[in-house]
């Protein structure tokens, strides 16, 4: 009966570890990297304010002369309350942990598709 019960936790916790998003290890430098290896160049790149809308990081820079900004948050968690905070950052792209202000296509998309 023991052995049962073992094996019965043992496969609970196996399931619930496979269920488990997996942790999203990207920084802000990532999303730099990633921007220069495609081809664009940042233009006078800083920081932005980030903790006016609760982020912990981020970057801003330009692509085609728009604006784009990305921000990082602890996880896609802290976003949603940010967002519930902060009303201006909802409906921007999110990315895992990260949002982007910008209104350049071509910034966006390239930001959904970094993983």
Known sequence: MLK????????????SAC????ADNRTIDDFKVAYEAAG?????PGEPVY???GAIGGTVFYVDGDKV???????????KSAVKNYPLI???PE???FILESS?????????AIK
């Not at 049962?4 to 399931?15: D, M």
């Not at 269920?19 to 997996?22: T, V, W």
């Not at 921000?71 to 802290?78: I, Q, T």
């Not at 350049?104 to 959904?112: E, G, P, T, V």
């Open 90 to 92: 909802e409906g921007w």
């Open 69 to 79: 900004a990305i921000y990082m948050y602890k996880d896609a968690a802290a976003i």
């Open 104 to 112: 350049n296509n071509r910034a966006i998309d390239f930001f959904m």
């Open 4 to 15: 049962k019960i073992i094996l019965i936790i043992s496969i609970l916790l196996f399931v």
């Open 95 to 97: 990315n895992g942990k």
């Open 51 to 53: 903790t006016l809308i």
């Open 40 to 44: 664009y160049e940042m233009d006078k």
């Open 19 to 22: 269920g488990a998003a997996p």
